[in-house]
């Protein structure tokens, strides 16, 4: 017995010495495990891949498609790339797509969020991708060679080394180590969060390669507004904007529909005599299987129908530019109506009752007048620019590049979830169930009529039901789970407005 207790004491304190040991081991080991889990996988559902493990990352790599060989590879500069792609775990659950098929499949889909490709930073250093992307991206990815035998004439392949550019598409079967955690938000999340040290499996395709984003949507700035009715850019040289408004160079009378809205800050440019019903020409209109956008003329068409409604006059026609008097200025507080879209014409806000109700089939909050008074600021600096322009009683358009918007970080799309209930309080329900109990204790069913209906918590379609107190009391009690999302606007991207500035205060006295 003596024995046995010093056994014990021996034990316990060499567990007490191994334990510390173990934990470390263990926490140091992990990735090794799931990388021999990992490989177990592709090992049953996708033999062909084994042999092209990328060692650098240790991910695996299926290309589907080589991509543009004009193009110039990812890695042949630092650049910004825009990617299409949807994000599963190992059971094919959707985590998160840019793909708005995908998003419906998922369950995730909603109006409010614009489903194009992902524009990010691809550099030296890692700053916003998920990492293994970010490497197949960078580095040259290796095939195997029976891989390449078998798939070399079905896909295009000239080498067993691949540099990812425009139009490669690849799956990339990545371990944690180059994941982290996954989620989507904003309307691109699917059913479930990836948890931390699970695999994911991201189809990825390259949509473009830019070198100098401010350049580029620069460029595309210029090429909508060239392709809309025309440009005119005044400077403060040869080509003066005139001041009065009779003068044939003046913008209410050009022949060209946009003008620079300040002679020194490029690319926010205005159209004056803008009014709904002009018809906007969106050169690559946003692509939906879906509606509203799905049937793009006619929503257009919606659209105007319901700003003539409420803004027009009673002659159903607007007042031209010229017939208005005083403008805004910078200390003049405007009241203003807008919708705010992409150049490709999908809309990520308004203020328009009716506009949302077209858009979203709803509307969550109702709009009211954005107050804009250009010194106190408080909008996109585009905004301060162009508003002390315009006159009160106008309707007027307006795009701009990203500086004068949202910049090189844009706004992330958000989604929030909240939960309100309403009737009576859980207290006196369950002052009633308690009563009901009574009643049927001391046979006084027939007096008060009925029963209580199921038992406290019983949960019905959304409300509790209680039935029968007095002569058919029928009490509801109502949870209601709302889910809002914020629109995302990604970095360097250029912005469109409709603009309605309300008639002053004082012109309606007069």
């Not at 263990?26 to 021999?36: G, P, Q, R």
């Not at 607007?318 to 910078?330: A, F, G, I, N, R």
Request: aromatic share 14%; glycine share 10%; charged share 25%.
């Amino acid at each position: 017995m003596k024995f046995f207790g010093h056994t014990l004491l021996a034990a316990a304190l060499l567990l007490a010495l191994l334990l510390p040991s173990c934990a470390k081991e263990e926490s140091e080991s992990y990735a090794t495990y799931e990388k021999m889990a990992l490989a177990s996988w592709i090992r049953l559902n996708r033999p062909d891949l084994e042999e092209n493990l990328q060692e650098d990352g240790g991910y695996y790599v299926d290309v589907l498609k080589v991509g543009n060989k004009d193009a110039a590879p990812i890695n042949d500069t630092i650049c910004w790339v825009k990617f299409d792609f949807s994000g599963r775990d190992l059971s094919g659950n959707i985590i998160l797509t840019r793909r708005e098929m995908d998003a419906k499949l998922a369950g995730t889909f909603t109006k409010y969020t614009h489903y194009v490709p992902y524009y990010r930073y691809c550099g030296e250093i890692n700053t916003s991708l998920i990492e293994g992307t970010r490497l197949a991206m960078r580095n040259t990815l290796t095939l195997g060679e029976t891989y390449y035998e078998k798939y070399k004439n079905e896909r295009g392949f000239e080498s067993r080394e691949i540099l990812l550019r425009e139009g490669s598409e690849v799956v990339l079967y990545m371990p944690s180590s180059v994941v982290g955690g996954a989620e989507g938000d904003g309307g691109y999340e699917g059913q479930y969060t990836l948890d931390t040290n699970r695999p994911f499996i991201v189809t990825m395709t390259i949509c473009d390669t830019v070198k100098n984003p401010l350049e580029s949507e620069g460029s595309a700035v210029d090429a909508f507004c060239e392709g809309d009715g025309g440009l005119r850019v005044y400077d403060t040289k040869e080509n003066k904007r005139p001041e009065k408004a009779d003068d044939a160079n003046h913008p209410y009378n050009i022949t060209e529909r946009w003008v620079n809205a300040c002679d020194t800050v490029p690319q926010v440019y205005v159209d004056y005599r803008y009014h709904p019903g002009d018809a906007i020409r969106f050169p690559e209109r946003y692509q939906s299987a879906y509606e509203p956008y799905a049937a793009f003329d006619k929503l257009e068409q919606d659209i105007a129908d319901v700003l003539k409604e409420r803004f027009g006059s009673e002659e159903g026609t607007y007042p031209d530019v010229k017939e208005l008097t005083d403008s805004v200025k910078m200390d003049g507080t405007a009241k203003i109506w807008y919708i705010g879209r992409f150049l490709d014409g999908f809309i990520f806000d308004t203020n328009i009752d009716e506009v949302k109700k077209l858009i979203y089939g709803e509307v969550k909050s109702t709009g009211s007048a954005f107050e804009y008074t250009p010194e106190e600021g408080g909008a996109i600096s585009a905004w301060y620019y162009t508003i002390p322009n315009l006159k009160f009683g106008q309707w007027a358009a307006m795009v701009t590049t990203s500086t004068n918007a949202y910049g090189s970080t844009g706004v992330s799309g958000s989604s929030s979830t909240s939960t309100t209930t309403s009737g009576y309080s859980s207290s006196y329900l369950d002052y009633l169930n308690y009563l009901n109990y009574a009643n049927s204790y001391y046979g006084m069913n027939g007096y008060y009529g009925g029963y209580y209906g199921g038992y406290y918590g019983g949960y019905y379609g959304g409300y509790y039901d209680y039935y029968g107190y007095g002569s058919g009391y029928d009490d509801t009690t109502t949870t209601t789970t709302t889910t809002s999302v914020t629109t995302e606007i990604p970095p360097f991207t250029p912005l469109l407005f409709q603009i309605y500035v309300e008639p002053s205060d004082e012109a309606d006295e007069e």
